[in-house]
């Protein structure tokens, strides 16, 4: 496809960037944000993430792109470390599956926070049970290699996949995403609401975070707080942003 010889030059002129979406607890604070990756494309206009990763995937690009994704983050942080108002926050970067299983990732990630000179523990990876068609033993060394450095990590789109529950208890995450197809489903039905007691409850038996994703509405985030979440993410706090309007805001809460 078109797409596919574009997304080279995309990269090369500039045309990536990174979107930072709050992530805010249950006191209304914002405690970070998630990256995520946008596409401008010079007549296509914003092209989606879920549209052009996977053709990134399928051409092997997907190393090379994960890696302008961390490094872009890192530099983001090692900015943050220097300002009072954005010191604290934590960043959470998706990494696709064939991108954690490079033989190479850790290194890339020890280098970059190296490089950066940043306070690791502010580096969270967005992971999916997809990394785990590696093999949970291997999945969980590298894991454990990478959390040495400093970074933590996050179960993504949780309660989408095919794993049994067993990986969670060897793989050292310290946060689950309830995804948001879980959070639009406890809106229509008890059932929808009965699910996401039971995602909190496997959490908490964990000694998990939970972070719900896709928050829309007042109700919404009224139910997942009483259900005992504790970071929320979506429209109702925030859409994804550039940085400079990132920045911004967290200035003007200060
Ligand atoms: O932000 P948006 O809803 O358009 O993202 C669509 C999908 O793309 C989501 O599944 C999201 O996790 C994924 N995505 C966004 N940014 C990145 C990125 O930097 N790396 C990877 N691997 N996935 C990303
Ligand atoms: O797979 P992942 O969870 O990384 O994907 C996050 C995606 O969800 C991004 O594409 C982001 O733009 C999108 N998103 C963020 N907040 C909301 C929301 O409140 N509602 C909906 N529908 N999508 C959201
Ligand atoms: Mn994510
Ligand atoms: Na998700």
């Known amino acids: 496809r078109g797409l596919a010889r574009e997304l080279l030059g995309a990269m090369r002129r500039g045309e990536l960037s990174l979107a930072y979406q709050p992530q805010v607890d249950r006191d209304g604070r914002i405690t970070g944000a998630e990256a995520l990756l946008r596409w401008n494309h010079p007549t296509r206009g914003a092209v989606s993430p879920a549209e052009f990763i996977p053709v990134a995937e399928d051409l092997g690009l997907m190393p090379v792109l994960g890696a302008w994704v961390l490094d872009q983050a890192c530099g983001t942080l090692a900015r943050w470390k220097a300002d009072p108002a954005l010191t604290r926050l934590t960043l959470s970067v998706n990494v696709s599956a064939s991108q954690f299983n490079e033989s190479d990732f850790t290194t890339t990630v020890r280098q970059l926070v190296e490089s950066h000179a940043i306070d690791s523990t502010r580096l969270r990876l967005e992971l999916t049970e997809n990394v785990l068609l590696a093999g949970l033993e291997p999945v969980a060394e590298k894991m454990e290699a990478l959390k040495r450095t400093g970074v933590t990590f996050s179960l993504d789109d949780f309660g989408t996949g095919y794993s049994s529950l067993a990986y969670l208890r060897r793989l050292p995450v310290t946060e689950l995403k309830i995804d948001r197809s879980f959070v639009a489903g406890a809106s229509d039905s008890d059932r929808g609401q009965a699910l996401v007691r039971s995602i909190v409850s496997i959490a908490s038996d964990l000694d998990l975070n939970v972070v719900a ?35 911004l805001i967290l200035r003007e809460r200060q």
């Open 213 to 247: 994703e896709g928050v829309e509405t007042a109700a919404q985030h009224a139910f997942l707080r009483d259900t005992g979440c504790h970071l929320f993410q979506g429209w109702l706090f925030g859409r994804p942003v550039p940085r400079d309007d990132f920045e």
